[in-house]
T-cell receptor
Framework: GENVEQHPSTLSVQEGDSAVIKCTYS??????FPWYKQELGKRPQLIIDIRSNVGEKKDQRIAVTLNKTAKHFSLHITETQPEDSAVYFC?????????????FGRGTSLIVHP | DSGVTQTPKHLITATGQRVTLRCSPRSGDLSVYWYQQSLDQGLQFLIQ???????AKGNILERFSAQQFPDLHSELNLSSLELGDSALYFC???????????FGQGTRLTVV
């Protein structure tokens, strides 16, 4: 099955700095890569996703890059703000008997200091 | 609000007991996923249903079972509960087998 590794487990930055979270996956058949943000005590929420037919996608201050050859993808947050503080999960979704099951990384706790 | 509803929000029960967690997916979503999130752990995939049929199984214990009903709501049954089953259980739904999953607010299960 798919295995997703996520680094770092904790990331501490100053407000205004950039933050980068990296993930690798094992199954070359994976072709959908969502990122979720989970604030304390709340549900994971999709913030951005990328499919294997593109290499980069941007939405305001967040961007995701994908390198299918190396099987890794990254989340970039620019001009971080205290409200960006949360746990971020990457996921890789690969076909499983025709169904795409998101396999999640263990999460990165992002702390943005004012 | 993601449109996915889970009940109850909190559940405290004793070891050896059985509980049922309920999930109502977003209107029109056919696919339901169940995930377990333990302390310091990521989201562990348990099982997926699609339009009433089991589609995929992950690391789900034999003591756990699930089903999806004709109205598309789903239930996760946990039996012979152990202390280690204490976790946050999330349900997510999506419109198809492919694409983004929308999560409910979770059920926090505490086994004492």
């Amino acid at each position: 099955g798919e295995n997703v590794e996520q680094h770092p487990s904790t990331l501490s930055v100053q407000e205004g700095d950039s933050a980068v979270i990296k993930c690798t996956y094992s199954d070359s058949a994976s072709n959908y890569f969502p990122w979720y943000k989970q604030e304390l005590g709340k549900r994971p929420q999709l913030i951005i996703d990328i499919r294997s037919n593109v290499g980069e996608k941007k939405d305001q201050r967040i961007a995701v890059t994908l390198n299918k050859t190396a099987k890794h993808f990254s989340l970039h947050i620019t001009e971080t703000q205290p409200e960006d503080s949360a746990v971020y999960f990457c996921a890789a979704s690969n076909p499983y008997g025709g169904s795409y099951i998101p396999t999640f990384g263990r999460g990165t706790s992002l702390i943005v200091h004012p | 609000d993601s449109g996915v509803t889970q009940t109850p929000k909190h559940l405290i029960t004793a070891t050896g007991q059985r509980v049922t967690l309920r999930c109502s997916p977003r209107s029109g979503d056919l696919s339901v996923y169940w995930y377990q999130q333990s302390l310091d752990q990521g989201l562990q995939f348990l099982i997926q249903y699609y339009n009433g049929e089991e589609r995929a199984k992950g690391n789900i214990l034999e003591r756990f079972s699930a089903q999806q009903f004709p109205d598309l709501h789903s239930e996760l049954n946990l039996s012979s509960l152990e202390l280690g089953d204490s976790a946050l259980y999330f349900c997510a739904s999506s419109a198809s087998d492919i694409g983004e999953a929308f999560f409910g607010q979770g059920t926090r299960l505490t086994v004492v």
